[in-house]
């Protein structure tokens, strides 16, 4: 493939030109690399290489001013601002850079496009002063000081232009305007210097000026690159800017046109791809790669060019592993790298003056890979199981530290207060990282990218410390992080790697110039190529039109001269656009697609990619009863099986074997508000501090009347043991922990109303622990049931075995009519089985005496009172038996029995339950 750069070097050298004394000017540095390369083919002979530039280097050059970054200029503007503004009326920093950098953007395109300024002011003002023309006399405060602010643009665009060019500074825009004004000094002084432009296409009206001047005097060239086929085609939009300049410019008139080639008219393979999302798209890539079978020489002649830059890293790690040789144009985002989350985390956490931090804001920064580190022997896992245990949602300093001990110093970096003030943040921030580094430098070789990382951040504070000591506009933390977001979201990390060999991996515009055999371009949708409709402007669209500034539908022409130019020359293209619709930059695919279908100059092969979806049907989980299990069972049977680990297996035995067998406990969570089972065991406990002074006791109206006025000290009491250092004065707490003490008044209430109606209560046990001994027969290791029963009392006469739910439960939930459902279906019958378990256990240790009745007290269901378990014969049956015989316990027996054998059998494995 013979390249752009290649043919005009061919034609200089034809023409006899000393390329050593040409001056070289591209669209892009980039390029640069190349045209040296191509030089180097070209070239018979050892020669010097000529002087390649940009055009920002040359404008620069001619200009004699010096670039000043976005962030910087933002300063300077605000230091105008400030002097054109009464301090009454002046915004603060953070609200002047939300419309300030709009405005600077429009003064970049007035000064390239060479607008006259007081003309495109004055009239943008008097559009305003028609918009709010009101027959009203007086005009509110909000609308003077509206079109105030109007009427003053062309002031602060005079002050700050003088204000840089009296520090020999300038923003591209006034760059490029001083270059226009300094042209005819450059012809005068460089009257025998030959300029060659190259590959260039839309240009503002100052490069155009300064092409045009240089071209009518004899002491440069122009060469372009497009399609004969565009060309000729007045509606294509990638010949819309050079079809005008071959028109218009009179350099033309009597001088050769160079170049329109025929390179798009060659055969080409065009595949295109349709894939659902970005990580898609990047697996996608990977695939036509190893499709490609390519070796050292056309590796270097192949492009994967990324529509969306963010699919960078997703495409890296998709490359397979046959690519050896890399070269990445451009940087890795620095605000994707790890070390920008920690340092906006920080930035978050200080942004008021409070003393106190929330939990989540502290675990989640000593969780950071670059802090957890910096403590020692798994500390931060134990603070973090503190802070859980105990509760706390918010942390002050001397907590933290007191936690961390002997790592103090490293919660002072984090959490010492910033004051709200920039100068202790940027010092604060600048200790942390070199504690960073210090703690890195220890195995340099291992941490050698994370060192790199670190690096880009040192710098970026520098430039940010550097920034608050020569302005004074820094004046508080919050307006420091939004220049640090600024600044973090134009540096990149760039990769280093050889320019010309191996796989070329670039965006859109790092492309200009050059030519690849094959090309796999990502994201071509509508919205990203083209962009689309992006009117971030203070001038609107038909004054933009009246004075040729450019609007969307000049950048999409941009784009599609870009996407059509990397097409010209290759042979080999494949398209990737996104097919998915739930975003806002996908699913419809480019123009510049449905033009290449609709064009017709070339087969194209059209591909509707789609993950491979597994039909398979999810396998239950199976564990079978090794040595191991049967030993723990073992020592599970000898402790004694509770109710609740009974049910648990009932329900999903996986659990079961998880939490009993494996041990593995719920992960633990710091409770802001009043967890449910911390409710439950409140209520329960305080019932028990209320009732068992009372065992053996006939309850009377005296008696709960005065137990009554015990209920709010000893709630606060249990409160305050297991919620630990929670909160209950406010919130959702202190609504639970007022529900607390309406259950406990409203069961005595209740209990109080029974005795009126002349039933007698007496209490026989309050929490009493059973364990008893089962016989099984094929089991030859001991096995115990044990469990707590809340309370056991007489009511009138008759034993009740009582089980407190806080939960609402209502009848059906301790109805049975099939004995085998007990023990096989957890939603309807697992109260049953646990009421059932309790009265067979007691009955069993002789602690109580048949018949009786077992059953449940749910506080979210009062009004029914006791819910006595009962058996049934069918649905229909009304004949429920309430009494618990001796023929019922033989029949929950074999259920038992036979439900702890599954559990203790070798041959029977754990089997997963669909929940």
């Known amino acids: 493939m013979v390249t752009f750069i290649y043919e005009v070097l061919l034609e200089l050298q034809e023409k006899n030109e000393d390329i050593s004394n040409l001056t070289f000017v591209l669209p892009s540095k980039r390029a640069g690399v190349f045209l040296k390369h191509e030089i180097k083919n070209v070239s018979k002979k050892t020669i010097f290489s000529p002087q390649i530039l940009s055009i920002e280097d040359f404008t620069r050059e001619l200009s004699q001013l010096n670039p000043i970054s976005n962030t910087e200029l933002l300063f300077e503007f605000y230091s105008v601002y400030l002097e054109l503004t009464k301090s009454a009326d002046q915004d603060s920093f953070e609200v002047f850079a939300k419309w300030a950098q709009i405005i600077l953007q429009d003064f970049n395109e007035i000064d390239r496009y060479l607008i006259p300024p007081k003309q495109i002011f004055e009239y943008l003002s008097d559009i305003q002063k028609i918009n709010h023309w009101s027959k009203q006399e007086n005009q509110t405060d909000l609308v003077k000081k509206y079109l105030s602010f109007w009427n003053k643009l062309f002031e602060y665009y005079t002050h700050l232009t003088e204000h840089l060019m009296s520090k020999n500074i300038g923003y591209q825009g006034l760059i490029y305007k001083e270059a226009v004004a300094n042209i005819e000094t450059y012809i005068q002084t460089n009257p025998d210097k030959k300029v060659i432009f190259l590959g260039f296409n839309a240009l503002n009206t100052a490069e155009e000026t300064i092409i045009q001047e240089l071209l009518q005097n004899g002491i440069a060239e122009i060469y372009w690159d497009l399609e004969d086929t565009f060309f000729k085609n007045p509606i294509h939009d990638a010949a819309m800017f050079i079809r005008d300049y071959r028109e218009n410019w009179s350099y033309f008139k009597s001088n050769p046109f160079k170049w329109l080639t025929t390179n798009y008219s060659k055969p080409k393979n065009i595949s295109i791809f349709g894939v659902p999302k970005n990580i898609g798209q990047a697996k996608q890539i990977g695939t036509i790669l190893k499709g490609l079978n390519i070796n050292q020489e056309n590796l270097n002649n192949t492009a994967i060019v990324l529509g969306d830059e963010a699919l960078l890293m997703p495409v890296l790690n998709s490359l397979p592993s046959s690519i050896d040789a890399l070269n990445i144009t451009m940087g890795l985002p620095l605000n994707s790298v790890p070390l920008a989350s920690l340092f906006e985390k920080i930035f978050d956490l200080h942004k008021t003056t409070n003393k106190s931090f929330y939990y989540k804001d502290v675990i989640s920064i000593l969780s950071h890979q670059n802090i957890n580190c910096l403590f020692q022997n798994n500390k931060v896992s134990d603070i973090i199981k503190t802070i859980q245990t105990n509760n706390l949602v918010y942390l002050n300093l001397e907590q933290l530290k007191t936690l961390s001990s002997p790592s103090e110093d490293i919660m002072t970096l984090l959490f010492s207060s910033w004051e709200n003030s920039a100068e202790i943040a940027l010092k604060q921030t600048k200790k942390l990282i070199l504690k960073i580094k210090n703690y890195l430098d220890t195995d340099k070789q291992r941490n050698i990218l994370s060192l790199e990382y670190l690096f880009r951040f040192n710098e970026l504070f520098n430039e940010l410390t550097r920034l608050n000591s020569n302005y004074v506009h820094l004046k508080n933390s919050n307006t420091l992080f939004e220049v640090y977001k600024n600044l973090l979201s134009t540096e990149t990390l760039d990769f280093k790697g050889e320019p010309l060999q191996g796989l070329q991996v670039m965006g859109m515009l790092e492309s200009r110039v050059l030519d690849f055999e094959t090309v796999i371009i990502s994201s071509v949708n509508e919205g990203v190529l083209p962009l689309g409709k992006n009117h971030n402007s203070f001038i609107p669209f038909d004054v933009k039109l009246q004075y040729n500034l450019p609007t969307f539908k000049e950048k999409d022409a941009i784009y599609a001269y870009h996407f059509y130019r990397l097409l010209q020359r290759a042979k080999n293209i494949y398209i990737l656009y996104n097919t998915e619709t739930d975003i806002l930059n996908g699913g419809e695919k480019s123009r510049f697609i449905t033009q290449l279908e609709l064009e017709a100059a070339h087969n194209i092969s059209q591909n509707i990619v789609?993950?491979?979806?597994?039909?398979?049907?999810?396998?239950?989980?199976?564990?079978?009863?090794?040595?191991?299990?049967?030993?723990?069972?073992?020592?599970?049977?000898?402790?004694?099986?509770?109710?609740?680990?009974?049910?648990?297996?009932?329900?999903?035995?996986?659990?079961?074997?998880?939490?009993?067998?494996?041990?593995?406990?719920?992960?633990?969570?710091?409770?802001?508000?009043?967890?449910?089972?911390?409710?439950?065991?409140?209520?329960?406990?305080?019932?028990?501090?209320?009732?068992?002074?009372?065992?053996?006791?006939?309850?009377?109206?005296?008696?709960?009347?005065?137990?009554?006025?015990?209920?709010?000290?000893?709630?606060?009491?249990?409160?305050?043991?297991?919620?630990?250092?929670?909160?209950?004065?406010?919130?959702?707490?202190?609504?639970?922990?007022?529900?607390?003490?309406?259950?406990?008044?409203?069961?005595?209430?209740?209990?109080?109303?029974?005795?009126?109606?002349?039933?007698?209560?007496?209490?026989?046990?309050?929490?009493?622990?059973?364990?008893?001994?089962?016989?099984?027969?094929?089991?030859?290791?001991?096995?115990?049931?044990?469990?707590?029963?809340?309370?056991?009392?007489?009511?009138?006469?008759?034993?009740?075995?009582?089980?407190?739910?806080?939960?609402?439960?209502?009848?059906?939930?301790?109805?049975?009519i099939h004995w085998e459902d007990i023990t096989t279906n957890y939603d309807k019958f697992s109260k049953s089985f646990q009421v059932l378990t309790y009265a067979y256990a007691m009955v069993k240790e002789g602690k109580v005496n048949l018949p009786l009745e077992a059953g449940i007290i749910s506080f979210k269901n009062l009004s029914a009172g006791f819910l006595k378990f009962t058996k049934k014969e069918s649905v229909y049956d009304k004949n429920k038996i309430t009494q618990i015989s001796e023929e019922t316990l033989q029949s929950f027996e074999i259920e038992l029995k036979n439900l702890i054998l599954e559990i203790c059998n070798q041959d029977m494995s754990f089997i997963e339950k669909t929940i």
């Open 610 to 816: 789609l993950p491979k979806v597994m039909s398979s049907k999810k396998e239950l989980l199976q564990i079978k009863k090794d040595e191991s299990v049967i030993n723990r069972l073992k020592e599970i049977a000898l402790k004694g099986f509770s109710p609740s680990s009974l049910t648990n297996y009932i329900r999903n035995p996986i659990d079961f074997y998880n939490q009993k067998i494996l041990k593995i406990t719920e992960y633990e969570e710091v409770e802001e508000n009043i967890a449910t089972n911390t409710l439950g065991t409140v209520i329960h406990n305080s019932l028990e501090d209320l009732y068992k002074p009372l065992q053996g006791t006939y309850l009377s109206i005296d008696i709960l009347k005065g137990i009554k006025k015990e209920i709010d000290e000893r709630v606060n009491h249990h409160f305050k043991d297991l919620y630990k250092e929670g909160d209950i004065t406010k919130g959702k707490n202190l609504i639970v922990f007022e529900i607390a003490k309406r259950y406990l008044n409203n069961f005595l209430n209740l209990e109080i109303e029974d005795l009126k109606k002349g039933n007698e209560i007496k209490i026989i046990a309050i929490e009493s622990e059973n364990k008893v001994k089962l016989k099984l027969d094929t089991i030859d290791f001991p096995i115990y049931l044990t469990g707590k029963v809340d309370r056991v009392d007489q009511y009138n006469g008759t034993t009740r075995i009582i089980d407190y739910k806080t939960g609402k439960v209502d009848g059906s939930k301790v109805s049975l």
